[in-house]
């Protein structure tokens, strides 16, 4: 198996939950006092929320698929992992006014895809 060993043990025991996604590609652990820590991805199935919720989750996603791949890097980087925007300027070395106005626009479209669908409850 792929990947360091709490990463592959992962993968391996959880390969045949269809809620549960570890991506090939991951290699991001964590060690706590009890746990290994390992990045997934949980499948929220379209059936288990409202129609509503499922609305503006699918607007949301669209919002953010129409930006461009280096804006949905920025604002990954920020909303997943809270780096801030010094911390996101070094790492993919740009300057922070660039970084400001990517996140900036990623929210803007996150923004108008919330007041164009139904109602925050």
């Given at each position: 198996m792929p990947g360091p060993p709490a990463v592959a043990l992962a993968r391996a025991?959880?390969?045949s939950d269809a809620t549960i996604f570890v991506c090939p590609l991951e290699t991001e652990f964590t060690l706590g006092?009890?746990?290994a820590f390992v990045r997934a991805w949980i499948a929220l199935p379209r059936e288990t929320?409202?129609?509503?919720?499922?609305?503006r989750?699918?607007?949301?996603?669209?919002?953010l698929e129409a930006t461009?791949?280096?804006t949905r890097r920025i604002f990954f980087l920020s909303a997943s992992y809270g780096?801030?925007?010094?911390?996101?300027?070094v790492l993919?070395?740009?300057n922070r006014?660039?970084?400001r106005r990517r996140l900036r626009t990623a929210i803007a479209c996150l923004d108008r895809s919330r007041d164009a669908g139904a109602p925050l409850t």
């Open positions: 025991r959880w390969c006092p009890d746990a929320m409202p129609e509503d919720l499922w609305k989750i699918a607007a949301a996603a669209r919002a461009d791949a280096l780096l801030p925007t010094r911390e996101i300027s993919l070395g740009m006014r660039a970084v």
